[in-house]
């Protein structure tokens, strides 16, 4: 039986590599630029609405390293196969993209292919940017090629074999990659259709709400229906406890956080950091488009508060009246500091308590030291048997749903930063 796949494999590899860089070979290298194009290239608005649009794409986010130069690559970024360095997009001449032709940047945007004619990866989310209009990428490409340009020294990806072959991704380009320009859907607005393309395309907002294959594509048939990003759960959209209106999504979406629905946690934080940063009328697109994903009979999705099945859990109820009622108490909205009536949590009512989990253990603090929601973390205070008690306690109250299972283990794995996919 193994020395069959070990001759399948023998006399397949060769061929897929074959047929593989046979592929590859029509993406030709397109040509360096003798110069970066100057400054006096592009307009001021042209470069403002470029910064506005990357705020929305997250570039800086994925382009940085901690403490690194911006937009100057090297960030680690964690995928199922290894890790994979995000690349420098500065307009340095070598080591950046100072040298590429518009052509070549809306190619590796639309398409995945370097200048070279190389494959990228995915984990660089082109396959969402495919969508880009022409508009919105010469935007962008104004504002890359006026950044500070910096010369680095890229870190090779830590990959398993055969993963890190990039001539495979023509395979999985042909089998998952299939790029739909936004066509305008004539039944709705033009600021519902506006949000949908950036949600699709440029928000790639799928890359940790859907939910992904054994090959790490998003799957078709299941937009939306909840994902995974940095280790953290991306809810379904909807999904919350309580609907979500458009003028609640906007501020959520803009400020971090609202008051029926609480603050943006872990990788959302950054996320909605960007949305900030955004042109408004794009952040109220989103919000309409998702507004409309909600369904429409306002049945209230809410969970009454359910004392009986909590009421043995002595322990779990001790440390939530000693560490959360003071914030978490229930009845009024949430205005920080306080936190949101824990039955209109979306992480309390899910499936899965991964984000309640990481939420309690690290406190939410918002990024770079912004003021907003706060909420200590408690990773020193309670051990994971007492985490265990509390979350439960928390669940039976709050959540409604069935009761969380081996909470003491997901709670040291999360701890230890294991439990990552
Ligand atoms: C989720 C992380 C992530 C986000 C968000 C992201 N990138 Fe990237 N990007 C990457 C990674 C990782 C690579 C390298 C892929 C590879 O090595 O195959 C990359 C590669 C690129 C490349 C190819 C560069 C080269 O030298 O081959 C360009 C151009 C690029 N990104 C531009 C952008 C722009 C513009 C944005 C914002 C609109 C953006 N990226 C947002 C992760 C990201
Ligand atoms: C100093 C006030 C404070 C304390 C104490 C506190 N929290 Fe929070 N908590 C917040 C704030 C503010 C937020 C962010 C707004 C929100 O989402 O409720 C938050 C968010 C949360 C969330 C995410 C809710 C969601 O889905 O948006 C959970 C779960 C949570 N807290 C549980 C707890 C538990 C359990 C304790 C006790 C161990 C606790 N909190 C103690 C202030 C506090
Ligand atoms: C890097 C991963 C990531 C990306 C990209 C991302 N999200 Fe999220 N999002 C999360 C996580 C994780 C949560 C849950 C954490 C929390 O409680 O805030 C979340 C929560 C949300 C919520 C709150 C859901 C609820 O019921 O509480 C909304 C709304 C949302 N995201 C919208 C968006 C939109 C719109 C985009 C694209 C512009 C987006 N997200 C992109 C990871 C991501």
Known sequence: MRARWIIAAIVLLPLLAATGYGIAAQ???????????????????????????????GCHLCHTAPDGADFAGNRPIPTPFGTIYSTNITPAPGSGIGQWSEAAFARAMRAGISRTGRHQFPAFPYPHFARLSDADLHAL?????????????????????????????????????????????????????????????????????????LFGAEESGRKFAGGRGEGWTGPALPAAPTPWSTAQLFHYLRHGWDQTHGAAAGPMQAVAAGLGQADPADVRAIAAYLSSREPRTALPRGHSGNAEPAAGNRLGAALFAGACARCHAGGAPMLPPHGIDLRLSTAIAAADPRDAILTVLGGIRQPDGRAGPYMPGFADSFSDRQMAALLSFVRARYGGGPAWRGLASRVRALRQGRGQS
């Not at 970066?36 to 649009?53: E, T, W, Y």
């Not at 395979?171 to 859907?185: G, K, Y």
């Open 27 to 57: 993406y030709p290298l397109i040509d360096k630029l003798e110069n970066a194009p100057p400054r006096s290239a592009f307009s001021r608005k042209l470069i403002a609405d470029g910064a506005r649009l990357a705020a929305i794409g």
């Open 141 to 213: 490409y104004a504002f890359l090629m006026t950044r500070r340009p910096v010369e680095t020294t890229q870190l090779p990806n830590r990959l398993l074999f055969p993963l890190n072959q990039r001539w495979l991704m023509t395979f999985w380009n042909i089998l998952f990659f299939h790029p739909a320009s936004s066509r305008r859907d004539p039944r709705h607005d033009a600021e519902w259709n506006r949000g949908a393309y950036l949600v699709a395309g440029l928000g790639h907002c799928g890359d940790c709400h859907t939910p992904r294959n």
